[in-house]
Every structure is written in structure tokens, then in C-alpha cells.
């Protein structure tokens, strides 16, 4: 038998611009809708560390996240 003793996933999300709207807009969409994933995970009590968290030139937003694999116990992966 085998257990999962430690997990965490590694993503790197592109948060980008809508396109229909105007650039300035578009940027804060894309702001509001990071602080809102952000919050989900704090909400849903998921542990994570932003490795990376880096603005394009056209505004858009990548960042580099280790998360925490459903309810797995995270161990040193996070530290």
C-alpha cells in the first residue's frame, strides 16, 4: 500500500488582457482578478509560496506558484 506523505504542484499562470477593453481597464482586470485568486487560496486555506510574480510589457502578468496538492500535507516543499 502506498500513501501520500508530502505534495505540492508547480504552475505558472499567464493572467492576460481582455482584449475588448481599453489597455488601462484590461490592467485592472487583471490586477483585480489576481487578488482575487489570491484571496481564493486564502479563503479556501490552501497553502502556497509565489516563487515568481513578473509583469509583461503589454500588461499582462505571469506568476510562478507552488500550491499545495489538494490536502496533502505540503512538508518542506514550501519552505
Known sequence: MKRIKEACICQTL???LKEETTRDYAV??????IEKY???LERTKT???IVEENEQADGSVI???IKQYNTA???SYLD
Open 73 to 75: 500535507p505540503v512538508g
Open 28 to 33: 485592472r482586470l487583471v490586477r483585480e482578478e
Open 47 to 49: 497553502k502556497y509560496k
Open 14 to 16: 499567464h493572467f492576460l
Open 38 to 40: 489570491k484571496a481564493s
Open 63 to 65: 506568476i510562478k506558484i
